[in-house]
């Protein structure tokens, strides 16, 4: 047992996924469950119940991830004060992010990041929107990065960039040869909508309300992974940041056609807590993103 396995764990438990918690170690899927299987070997305690999909978290097991929490957390808070060196750029930074933006960019970031500062390290743990604020808050991360943040009396929220809106179909669909498509061509559509308790969904309706155009909710979800499944077992079309449709649009299994509605955007913040002094790590990490995208 040693600290990385404990961190291993860790991420595996918040993200309820091995394959994203050992994508953010670098390792295999398989290698990050056969660690977590000896480290409940150690323990002589089932931490995950694996029968379940997705899995479950065991009562000893969420018991041992709350200790791992604290253990990990006194280390670095040690690991600081022992260092001392306010500049230095080392030290972990935990980012709260929502699953989009996480799974599509911050992979690339995180690499382009520890490369330029090899002492730092990136903690990401992937959250809905309002588990991105709830965290932040909560001190359990130092940068929350989310769409469409809205204002918050304990939080300063930096606008990083925003994400143009696509109409998203089936490489078969009728509209998927063309270059545009009018808001006219969405009259009578099945849509794969976003939850109507979302931001981006009431911004998609407020565009189509304000041009009169009536569309055939015939699903709703909480996650864009999901409506691009529906969209890819040809269950209906959407509308979706382009940036989320690369992969699947470059290996042709779907279709991105810019639309005529040039106001809709994703906006997308980094948020962190109003009276929190950002280490330097954190500091250096905010100054790094924004340079990154306009």
Same mark, same amino acid.
């Given at each position: 047992m040693n600290l990385d396995t404990l961190s291993l764990y860790c991420d595996?438990?918040?993200?309820?996924?091995?394959?994203?918690?050992?994508?953010?170690?670098?390792?295999?899927q398989s290698a990050a469950?056969?660690?977590?299987?000896?480290?409940?070997?150690?323990?002589?305690?089932?931490?995950?119940?694996?029968?379940?999909r997705p899995f479950m978290v065991t009562p000893e097991g969420?018991?041992?991830?709350?200790?791992c929490l604290i253990l990990?957390?006194?280390?670095?808070?040690?690991?600081?004060?022992?260092?001392?060196?306010?500049t230095l750029v080392s030290g972990v930074v935990r980012v709260a992010v929502i699953y989009s933006v996480g799974l599509h960019d911050m992979g690339f970031y995180t690499q382009q990041f520890t490369t330029r500062y090899p002492q730092a390290k990136i903690r990401?743990?992937? &959250?809905?929107?309002? $588990?991105? =604020?709830?965290?932040?808050i909560n001190d359990e991360a130092d940068l929350g990065i989310l769409s469409f943040p809205a204002p918050h009396r304990s939080l300063t929220i930096v606008p990083w960039h925003s994400e143009p809106m696509v109409f998203v179909c089936h490489r078969s669909h009728p509209l998927a040869k063309r270059k545009a498509v009018s808001y006219r061509d969405l009259e009578g559509e099945s849509f794969a909508a976003f939850d109507r308790s979302l931001s981006i969904r009431r911004a998609i309706d407020k565009a189509l309300r304000q041009r009169g155009v009536n569309i055939n909710v015939a699903m709703e979800f909480d996650n864009i992974e999901t409506i691009k499944h529906a969209i890819t077992i040809q269950s209906?079309?959407?509308i979706l940041p382009q940036p989320s449709v690369i992969r699947?649009?470059?290996?042709?299994?779907?279709?991105?056609?810019? &639309?005529?509605?040039? $106001?809709? =955007?994703r906006p997308i913040g980094i948020i962190y807590r109003r009276q929190k002094l950002l280490t330097p790590t954190a500091d250096k990490l905010l100054e790094f993103l924004q340079s990154q995208k306009h």
């Open positions: 595996v438990i918040r993200s309820g996924s091995f394959s994203l918690g050992a994508a953010n170690h670098r390792i295999s469950s056969q660690a977590v299987r000896q480290l409940e070997e150690e323990v002589g305690a089932q931490l995950i119940d694996r029968t379940k969420r018991k041992f991830f709350e200790a990990l957390e006194n280390f670095e808070k040690a690991k600081a004060e022992i260092t001392s060196q306010r990401l743990a992937y &959250l809905h929107p309002h $588990e991105v =604020v709830e965290a932040v209906g079309v959407s699947e649009v470059e290996s042709g299994i779907l279709a991105a056609i810019p &639309l005529d509605m040039p $106001e809709l =955007v």
